[in-house]
Structures are given as C-alpha cells and as structure tokens.
RNA sequence: GCGCCCAUGGCUCAGCUGGAUAGAGCGCCAGACUACGAAUCUGGAUGUCGCAAGUUCGAAUCUUGCUGGGCGCACCA
C-alpha cells in the first residue's frame, strides 16, 4: 500500500517536472508515514516540503500541483488533501482497506514475507559463549535477538545462517582444564588450593567425577600440561553439548557451530597475517605485530602476535571474519554483549582491510540483563559460580514468557528481567495478552463452528458490513504489518514486531468486548468471522517470528 | 583523561531515522460478566522530552557545549 503510494506520487512529482510546473529537481527519498492522528488521513506525505526549499516555491503550491498531477489508475485514493505546511494527506477507500482480508486469508502465514532480501545471503552470529560454563541470563537475551532477527530476515527472503563461534582456543579453555584438574585432585584427597582464576561452580566438579568413574585416578601422576590440555577438551565438550541442550530448549538452534580451532589449521592464521603485512596493513615493532587499525579510525593501533609469539584473540577474529566471506556471505550481523562496544572499530577496520565494506558488517549490540525478583536485584557473580542459568530461567518462567521478555525493549537498551513478573499469568505479563488473544480467537471460531457457522471463503461474505471503528482499526493495522517488518528488517529491530503484537491484540481485545461476533445475522458473522481470522493469522505469523506460540487454548 | 551508549508522566519503556495536539504498559481512582474465554474491557489524573545555545518552514529526534548515569579504554576473550 505504502510502496504503491510512493510510486504513484513519484510519478506526480516527474509529471509536474514535464509540464514545467516544478523545476528539474532532485526527487528525494519519498517519505510516507502513518500519521498520529486519524484526521490527518492513512498516510501523509511530506515531499512537497523537502522539495520546497529546492524548487524555491510555497510548499503548499507545490503540494498542490502533486495532488492535481496524481494518476491514480487502480482508483486507490479517496481523497487527497493539503494540510499544514504542505502535507499531502491521503485517505485510501475503504474498498482498498477491506480487500487486505482476501490478501492475509489467501497467503495465510505467508503474509508478511518480503521480497526486500532478494535471497542474498546473510549470516548471523549469536551467543558465541566460551564453552566453560553454563549459559547464563546474559546470553539469553542475545540468544534471543539473534534468533529473532534470523527469523524475520528469513521471512525478507534473505538466506540466513545462524553461526556459534566457539571460542574454544584461548586462555580461558586452558583454566577450564586446569579448574577441572584442581577438582578432580580435590575429589581424590589432595588439599588444593583453588586458584583465583579457575572455573568455581558446580558443574566442573561433576565433569571431574565424571572424569574419575570413567578413567580412575591416572591422571594424577601424568604429566600436567597433557593432562590439562585432554581436560579442558573433554569439558569443553561436555560443556557444549549442554549449551546446545538449554539453547534448544530455549527454541534456539544453529546451522552451524563453528570452531575457533578450524582457523589455525594448515596456517591459516599466521598465512592471513602474513599477507597482511605484504599489504601494509601490518607491521612489526621487533618483537609484536600490530594491526594498523588507525588507518581505519580506530584510537591506537592493535596487537595481533604478543611478544611471547602467541596471537591475539583479535588475530583470530580477523581470520573468522574472512572465512566467513569467503563461504560467500553477503552481509554479517555479528551480536556482541554491549560490553564489547569498544571492539567495533578494531573489527570494522580489519573488514575494511580485507577488501570490504564497512556496512557489510553490520553489528548488533545487546545490552546486559539486570536479574530481579520481585523488585530486589539477584547477586550475580560469575567467579563464585553464582549466577542464574538461562536453564534455571527456562525451569522457572518457561520459553515463551522468557523469550518475550527479552524482546520488549530495543536490544541497546538497558532490561530488567523480574523471574516473578515474567511467570506471573497476569496483566503484567504482555505475552499472555496477545497470546490471549489468538487464543481467543480460536475458541470464537470453535464455537462459531460447533453452531453450524464455519469460517466463510472471503468470497462468501460481504465486506462492506465491516464498517465498525475498531473493525477499521484492525484492518489497517493489519494491512501494515508488512510496513512494520520493513522497518524492522531495513533497522534491524526485533521489539518492533513485540510492540506491533501488543497493539494489535489491544485493539482486537476492545474490538472483541464491545462487539459480537457470532450474532444471529448471519452475514454480519460471516464478515466478522473472517475478520478475526485475520487477525488470528497475523498475530500467529508474528508468534512464529519470535519463536513464541500461539496457543489455541490457555 | 579519551571514546561509545543512555537521559521522555510516580515506575518501566515506545516514538516508524526531521513532521502536525509527544504515546503505551504498570501503579493509582472509578466502573463493566444471566453476552462468543474477566489472563479481558471502559473512563479519569500525571510531561519546561536532563540543561543551554545552534541548524530550518518544523527538533524528543540533527550539531556543539554543559550536567548526571552505564560501559569500554589489554600483548583477556
């Protein structure tokens, strides 16, 4: 509707050009908005006073010679008006409206899907934690962004990957193994003095018992080294295998889990690094390489191979992130904790190195989680072992509740996540409110079927008796919600979807108490049953994006 | 000290990338089930959009400077 909008006034704007009633300007980006309020027609327009300033005229003149230029052939337009400064106001009939229906009824959970990713391929890499503990609140947010993202990206016609990194090469797996030695010396008898950087909770210590049912006692008189390198790889694996576990519980899943280990094989590390520095882009001080990472805006420049020979984490995501183009990837979303922001112009400059284009990566910053309980703030401290796992998250307030929660605020900004609000069934809770809502439906049409009024063919009603307030409302809210996923897409914004479902399923829930919909009119029911089916099916189809379910009954 | 993000009713947050009278939810007050599901609905009060300049037809939105908060500033990941 918008997109048809757009042309038609695109095409005003050439004609007014031809016949000389604009100058030949420029014709900027059409903007066309929803206004805030309902007077001001469906949808405004305000080129008239971009091009004022260019075409050196009265915005409102020139709002005029568009209006009376306008060839509006499929007859969409009930009525143009100037408003303002210079808006162009339009009223679409309410015909154009009605005839949304037939579109949602026939596409069914196809409705929504845009053409806008044109099947490139994009990936998306998410959670991405070191296998050496549990995933914790923190990364379930992430978790659900990149998932929810990767979804409605899906339903744009991008072809998405969802990738873990597993960070499984570094310092920190060397203190998993190490932690695991220290418990399963522990569990033996020895006194052990557990070190400060060591991994406290629980989980180790079974990994370790496990280690000590299956191997016995062996490992206490091998040499350390071997012993903490064949530890941390059994644990990391163990480790792993239980993400993989509460992530899919958590209804997350992944194409591909790809190892950091993969990039030092054959050299390809030091090989990327070498060519590098044949380019320029890396020099050598004597004793470290750096990345000349302030060619590119960044403060200083970075370390790729520390003085002990020994490459950096940075040296390491440089060669993912090659690889990842390299398996043919149009564009790279990346979802970082917020912590990591000071990363991005290290990151950007190395793509930009490595031949690309800096908005070919595309980085999504999720901002950390408070954890609260009724109100009070739950201690967090991931070196004790203390913390709240996404499983226990999951035990407690359960997939749908918790995902939902994740997406009610822009992912940049702060969360409090309360465990009592988020699995209290009440009106504090909006995903039971527009769960609610398809629920409600359903049972509708249940009950209109049980009375001999199944659900009609868009053909066999009338759509004109949809004439209510609320019935408009509904209609043009849905007729939007392709709109709606543009902008989330062309943004990269998932609680748009979250809020879009809140006011739908509101106006549908104040649609519902003040009008029947099974009445004894039967065409009026057969309009209105295939109304809220409508809504039934956008709100589903918005469910499935964010991986929450639509429940028939509650 | 430098950089990034944030500041919108009592609270938690939206605000469609510069539009028209700034919106929801929670909480508070008052109402609605002999009606398709009351996990719902209806009505009411609450704002110098942190402060100050600037840009223009027009600023919560863009620029600059302050103030206050969060986070970064590793040869950690």
């Known amino acids: 509707m918008k997109n048809k909008l757009a042309c038609l006034i695109a095409d005003s704007v050439a004609a007014c050009t031809q016949k000389g009633l604009l100058p030949d300007v ?39 010679a568009i209006q009376e230029n306008l060839n509006d052939t499929e007859g969409m337009i009930e009525k143009v008006q100037i408003a303002g400064p210079g808006f162009l106001n339009f009223m679409i009939k309410d015909d154009l409206w009605r005839k949304i229906l037939r579109n949602i009824l026939d596409q069914k959970e196809k409705y929504g899907c845009l053409g806008i990713g044109q099947g490139k391929k994009i990936q998306v890499e998410f959670v991405s934690a070191n296998p050496t503990g549990p995933l914790h609140i923190g990364h379930a947010r992430g978790a659900v962004v990149g998932d929810v993202l990767s979804n409605l990206l899906q339903t744009a016609n991008y072809h998405v990957s969802k990738e873990y990194y597993i960070n499984d ?77 509460d992530l899919r519980d958590f209804g997350v899943t992944f194409d591909f889990y790809f190892s950091e280990k993969e990039l030092y094989k054959e050299n390809g590390v030091s090989d990327l690094l070498a060519s590098l520095q044949k380019q320029g882009f890396i020099y050598s001080d004597g004793e470290t390489l750096w990345f000349k990472t302030t060619a590119y805006g960044d403060d200083k420049d970075r370390v790729v191979i520390r003085k002990n020979g020994e490459p950096t984490y940075f040296a390491a995501d440089i060669a993912y992130h090659q690889n990842k183009y390299a398996r043919g990837f149009d564009i790279l979303v990346d979802i970082w904790g917020a912590d990591h922001h000071g990363y991005m112009p290290r990151l ?28 009070e703030p739950v201690a967090m401290s991931t070196r004790s072992g203390e913390f709240v796992t996404l499983r226990e998250v999951l035990d407690e307030v359960g997939k749908d509740a918790a995902r939902y929660n994740f997406l ?53 009603m009338n759509p004109s008796l949809l004439v209510e307030p609320e019935e408009r409302t509904l209609i043009k809210m849905m007729a939007r919600y392709p709109e709606m996923l543009e902008g989330a897409v062309k943004s990269l914004e998932v609680h748009r979807i979250t ?26 029911t057969a309009a209105r049953l295939v109304l809220v089916d409508a809504v039934r099916v956008v709100l589903g189809n918005a469910l499935k994006i964010l991986g929450v379910n639509a429940p028939e009954k509650m």
């Open 348 to 375: 950007w400059a190395a793509v930009q190195a490595l031949g690309h284009d800096k908005n070919d990566l595309k980085i999504i910053l999720v901002q950390l989680v408070n954890l609260l309980r009724a109100g």
């Open 169 to 245: 090469a570094g310092n920190q797996m060397n203190n998993l193994g190490k932690s695991v030695l220290y418990r399963y010396r522990e569990l033996l008898g020895e006194t052990i003095e557990f070190p400060e950087s060591c991994y406290k909770g629980d989980y180790i210590k079974e990994i370790s018992a496990d280690i000590i049912e299956k191997e016995g006692r062996r490992y206490l008189t091998e040499n350390e080294e071997e012993t903490v390198r064949y530890f941390n790889t059994v644990a990391g694996g163990v480790i792993l295998e239980d993400i993989k576990k």
């Open 408 to 460: 009610m605020r822009r992912s940049d900004s702060h969360l409090d996540f309360d465990l009592e609000v988020a699995k209290k069934q009440s009106n504090e809770n909006p995903v039971f409110y527009v769960q609610y809502a398809h629920a409600r439906i359903c049972s509708i049409l249940r009950m209109a079927q049980e009375r001999g009024m199944a659900l009609p063919a868009y053909e066999n």
């Open 499 to 524: 809020f879009y479902l809140n006011e739908l399923a509101g106006v549908f829930h104040s649609y519902y108490n003040k009008n029947k919909v099974v009445t004894d009119d039967a065409a009026l």
């Open 26 to 64: 420029n014709l900027p980006q059409i903007e066309i908005e929803v206004p805030a309020n309902p007077d001001h027609g469906d949808y405004a327009c305000n080129v008239a006073m971009i091009l004022a300033s260019q075409a050196k005229q009265n915005p409102r003149k020139i709002a005029q």
